[in-house]
């Protein structure tokens, strides 16, 4: 079967433009497994299409795999996860490179923190110069309006339909009076911004006013602040259509799919603190091939929705521990059995261990802190 294409000099080795659904997912499948991942921080394999001509006059299509400049996010973000997993198997092994990492972790932020204290300047000299060169303004802020009702507008949906369904799914519980009683944790978020900042407060609102048992919130709540950002996730993959559609991209069904499943997985390693989200941005922007420069113009509007982005993590990982407290109820039940069998053998019956009271004890402290 011939293929006829038109000959137009965009026709040549995009992806963006010529690439169909199932090339775009096959070259994510490809990038999540590299062959060498030092290659992978400056290359990625990719599916390019050619215009061939026959003898007869007929062209069609040629379709190969080509090493492209950048970097396999999707590769490193894979291979980070399961190196992360097995030093977590084998902690005495590997405390060597676990202390590297972590060095070389402080290293990064000490550096980071520098870099912030000049930052501000630099932000507005981005902006400026992106507002600079537009040619209508005007048509740009109604485009950044429009985002900000777009991401709002996905964040109600995420917020009051798909995690109370899910919620009431697992729980059969109200989900309005557990909202309620999340009020003061949902008011630290959108007030701090940063779901570590809120976390004595998501602990107090879980373990007191839903009765959530602190075996399950000191577990599912410090991890949850980590690595749960359904809202960043959500805000990242619309901001990356967004900036498509203002510089004319059009994204296919697979390259949509792409930047879904990468702002998904950056999402997770995303800081708890105010607009972190940007940072990973850079990541799904790189995943399509998009351009980096109008990042800075959504530092306009990024301090107003993380806020709500935020609400969004935390009342997630409210939600989750009720979850995960009524998939464990019976391992609740065979641990106080057990610790009551404990006890009554020992002829004593203390309420907590040493251990149990310590964590308490800095978790209060913690608490009281950030509410002063």
Known sequence: MNVHVLPTPSSAVSINENTNT?????????????????????????????????????????????FKGGYNMIGIIVFSIVCGVIMSLHPKECEPLMKLIQAINDLTMRLVQLILWYSPVGIFFLIAGQFAGM?????????LGMLVVTTLAGIAIHFFIVLPAIFFAFTRRNPVSYYYNMLPAMATAFGT???????????????????????????????????????????????????????????NFGQVIVTGMTATLAAIGAAGIPSAGLVTMVMVLNAVNLPLDMISVLFTIDWFLDRFRTMTNVIGDALGCAVVQQLCTEELADMDRLREINEAEKGTAPLMDDKDIEMDTDFDRLRDGCLR
């Open 22 to 66: 199932l090339d775009t997912i096959m070259d994510l499948l490809r990038g999540a497994f590299p062959d060498n991942i030092v290659q992978a921080t400056f290359g990625k394999h990719a599916t390019s299409l050619t215009n061939k001509s026959r003898p007869d006059g007929t062209t069609y299509i040629q379709r190969k795999l080509e």
């Open 135 to 143: 040619e209508d303004l005007g048509q740009m802020m109604s485009q």
């Open 193 to 251: 911004d940063s779901s570590s900042a809120t976390m004595p407060v998501t602990l107090k609102c879980v373990e007191e006013n839903n009765n959530i048992d602190r075996r399950i919130s000191r577990f599912v709540i410090p991890v949850g602040a980590t690595i749960n950002m359904d809202g960043t996730a959500l805000y990242e993959a619309v901001a990356c259509l967004f900036i498509a559609q203002v510089n004319g991209i059009s994204l």
